[in-house]
């Protein structure tokens, strides 16, 4: 038989025809699955896709039945049915390729953004079952999975479930892995990885190259590389198009601005990305405004404005609050409080907001332990940092002042200890974070005890360290640091309780930032550190993390008063300790430097035993003080002769205004306390106001020497003076190296 018969043997029985179509189409189906080099198999381990190609299988299998005759269905013809077999066939096919499944709607509305509760996100994925998904689907859980472990703390399971899903130079892995090096705080192997990870974008990555520019600038921050890190965070703005999620539009932006401002950027551009920011906010997704308002409250705090600080604080409450309590009451709760705290540090009045916690009270006190726990948390401040609370304002909320301080003291250690109890084992920064609240809450308590602070400490940073966070876990050993310098952990004299503990954990301390670059993130714990130096009189130490301090670039703006405070006693601090590092230097090198007399270089012979008088002359110059105030300690001794002697010695007492009975004195700066120590220890430079060992007569050398001493006085005075009334011919070399210390 020729093919022309052939064929129109074949078209003549249309059933035949229609078969053959059928199976063509079951043929195209199958070609679809191997071109994506999946097989068939994989994709029926889904519900759906199983149910799908069971009605195939037997929507083909009825037509056969029907075409050999085994079957028969009244008035329906066998091509009615191979059409019929083939539409649905199309349909589902269609279905299966276009229209995302449950599961794959579910994977689509977990975004790790702003206000997203990721411990509840881990707890939705690990309800999935992986065995009903298509390879497609696991994929994508797999990304949402490991990313939400690196969010939560498990830094290292995150790695381990990376590298089961993507290629090891993918662009993905590389930025994982750069996410990882910074959590060690390998600021320079991060940010390889990422340039990295920026080659080897490919087709339908390119949403992560936005990421990637900002994750690089970050990494220069990072590295005190401030005109490239500007750069790359404009890199990321100018790559943001239509398809960029607007939690990195957040990020991005919000470090565009704040590096722009530490620059010291024209106001009229720091306006003009403001405003490009503005073109991304939905004014409906009341999440956007907050994160807008945020940072537009920092334009102001690195500008110092607090008059516009309050301005932003009241137009985004005025504005914010009322649809909030519309559509989410908790949120709105949770908003109001936060803003009464910034309204409070702000200085204004408070009433407007605690008015709102009064009428949601009872919705307060009925929240879940951790929400509950943090609300409380904001309204003590009211009780630890009180500039606006009045009389009047305490009476008033008097209830709910009373219930937050039995909450404090008496509840909330609990709440937080049945909280820790349901979180899962991944939450790592869930656990840290209780866990370093569980401590904060041993202040308030009136059985405070050290070692079980000490203990719980050790536990976080331990517990960090094992997961590959040594970042976080530098944070915790700082504020340990903190911890030990706490009223509760302070004798009378203000010295330190527990000096061997701080010594210890300064040196694991010091240890540990060997391997952390400098950045915004170790402002604080560099300054911690330093103030942690200084109780131990290690100046050099001190002066040293005070650097590093500086190298970090952040504004004082955002710090507490507190952290304000230590910053200006430990600036003058380290400034008194170069003055006497200087003294020595001057002193090495005095006969080759032309610059100095001849009665400078005299007097440099002598040094360190000089007149305790002229070194606080001296001292006072350097610093720049015109007013000198000093107290001076006066004795007498005995030699073995038998001859009276007169001693005394000077200190002086340094603060922003005219020293009063130490009422408004910061320091007291004794360069010469060496002459006064049994060991000769000329590291003690500093004391606090009324603890130096003359006044208090708590060291061996003075109790011999000074006070035990029968017929014979000891008697204090103070002294003011103006430094230009020095004017006697020993002053003069001590006027001259003053001078040459005040820029050191």
């Given at each position: ?202 087709p339908g990555e390119e949403a992560l190259r936005v990421q990637l520019y900002n994750d690089i600038a970050r990494c220069d921050q990072f590295c005190e590389n401030s005109d490239q890190a ?252 903190d911890e030990l310098l706490s009223v509760q952990n302070l004798c009378d004299g203000y010295t330190l309780k527990y000096p061997d503990i701080m010594e210890e954990e300064l040196k694991k ?231 040459r210390l005040r820029d050191i």
């Amino acid at each position: 038989m020729d093919l022309a018969n052939l064929f129109y043997e074949l078209s003549d029985h249309n059933r035949t025809v229609l078969i053959f179509l059928v199976y063509f189409a079951i043929l195209i189906i199958g070609y679809r699955f191997l071109s994506e080099k999946k097989r068939l198999n994989e994709y029926l381990r889904a519900i759906r896709w199983r149910a799908s190609f069971c009605l195939m299988i037997f929507g083909h299998i009825f037509l056969i039945l029907e075409y050999r005759n085994i079957i028969y269905i009244k008035n329906i013809c066998t091509w009615q049915l191979a059409v019929a077999n083939i539409v649905l066939d199309m349909l589902l096919l269609v279905n299966l390729k276009f229209f995302p499944s449950r599961i794959q709607k579910k994977l689509d509305r977990l975004k790790s953004g702003w206000g997203v509760d990721l411990i509840e996100e881990y707890k939705e994925l690990q309800s999935m079952k992986l065995s009903h998904m298509t390879p497609k689907e696991q994929l994508l859980w797999n990304r949402k999975y490991y990313i939400n472990l690196y969010m939560i703390g498990s830094v290292n399971k995150s790695i381990e479930i990376m590298e089961k899903t993507e290629e090891k130079d993918s662009v993905r892995s590389r930025m994982l892995y750069s996410l990882r090096a910074e959590t060690l705080g390998n600021v320079d192997d991060a940010r390889k990885e990422m340039i990295k990870a920026i080659d080897a974008i490919g087709p339908g990555e390119e949403a992560l190259r936005v990421q990637l520019y900002n994750d690089i600038a970050r990494c220069d921050q990072f590295c005190e590389n401030s005109d490239q890190a500007l750069r790359y965070f404009s890199k990321a703005a100018d790559s943001i198009d239509s398809k960029t999620d607007i939690f990195i539009i957040h990020i991005v932006y919000s470090n565009l601005i704040g590096q722009s401002c530490v620059m010291g950027c024209p106001e009229d551009e720091i306006r003009r990305l403001l405003e490009q920011y503005k073109y991304y906010i939905n004014n409906k997704n009341l999440e956007d405004v907050i994160e807008y308002n945020n940072t537009e409250m920092l334009v102001a705090r690195e500008k110092g404005d607090i008059q516009r600080q309050k301005e932003l604080i009241e137009q985004g409450y005025n504005f914010l609050y009322p649809k909030l309590a519309k559509s989410n009451k908790k949120k709105a709760i949770a908003y109001n409080v936060s803003v009464l705290k910034m309204a409070h540090m702000a200085q204004m009045s408070p009433e407007k907001y605690l008015n709102v916690v009064k009428e949601e009270w009872e919705c307060i006190c009925k929240m879940p332990y951790h929400e509950k726990y943090y609300l409380m948390k904001e309204l003590w401040i009211f009780k630890i940092e009180p500039p606006q609370v009045t009389d009047q304002l305490l009476q008033k909320y008097a209830e709910i002042f009373s219930y937050v301080e039995n909450y404090i003291k008496n509840e909330a250690e609990m709440d937080l200890e049945n909280y820790l109890k349901e979180i899962p084992d991944e939450t790592i920064y869930a656990q840290g974070h209780t866990l370093q609240e569980i401590v904060w809450l041993q202040k308030w308590k009136d059985n405070y005890d050290f070692s079980v602070v000490h203990r719980k400490m050790r536990s976080v940073i331990d517990l960090y360290r094992s997961h590959s966070l040594r970042l976080e876990a530098v944070i915790v050993a700082g504020n340990l640091i903190d911890e030990l310098l706490s009223v509760q952990n302070l004798c009378d004299g203000y010295t330190l309780k527990y000096p061997d503990i701080m010594e210890e954990e300064l040196k694991k301390l010091s240890a540990e930032m060997q391997n952390v670059r400098a950045h915004a993130g170790m402002a604080e714990v560099y300054l911690k550190i330093s103030y942690g130096y200084v109780y131990i009189h290690a100046y050099e130490a001190a002066n040293k993390y005070y650097n590093e301090f500086l190298k970090c670039g952040m504004n004082p703006n955002h710090f507490s008063v507190w952290t304000k405070y230590n910053l200006q006693f430990i600036q003058m601090v380290c400034k008194i300790w170069r003055i006497k590092a200087e003294l020595l230097s001057l002193k090495e090198n005095a006969q080759k430097d032309t610059n100095l007399s001849e009665e400078s270089k005299e007097w440099l012979k002598n040094y360190p035993d000089i007149s305790s008088e002229e070194m606080v002359v001296l001292t006072a110059i350097a610093l720049k003080q015109e007013v000198v105030n000093v107290k001076i300690v006066g004795w007498v001794e005995q030699t073995s002769s038998g001859i009276m002697l007169n001693y005394n010695h000077w200190w002086m007492v340094w603060g922003e205004t005219e020293v009063v009975n130490d009422e408004n004195a910061i320091m007291e700066i004794d360069l010469c306390y060496n002459q006064i120590s049994e060991k000769g220890d000329m590291d003690k430079l500093i004391f606090y106001p009324g603890m130096h060992p003359l006044e208090v007569r708590n060291e061996q050398w003075v109790r011999t020497h000074v006070c035990n001493l029968p017929g014979y006085g000891v008697y204090m005075d103070r002294k003011y003076g103006k430094i230009a009334g020095f004017t006697e011919a020993r002053f003069q070399p001590v006027q001259e190296i003053g001078k040459r210390l005040r820029d050191i």
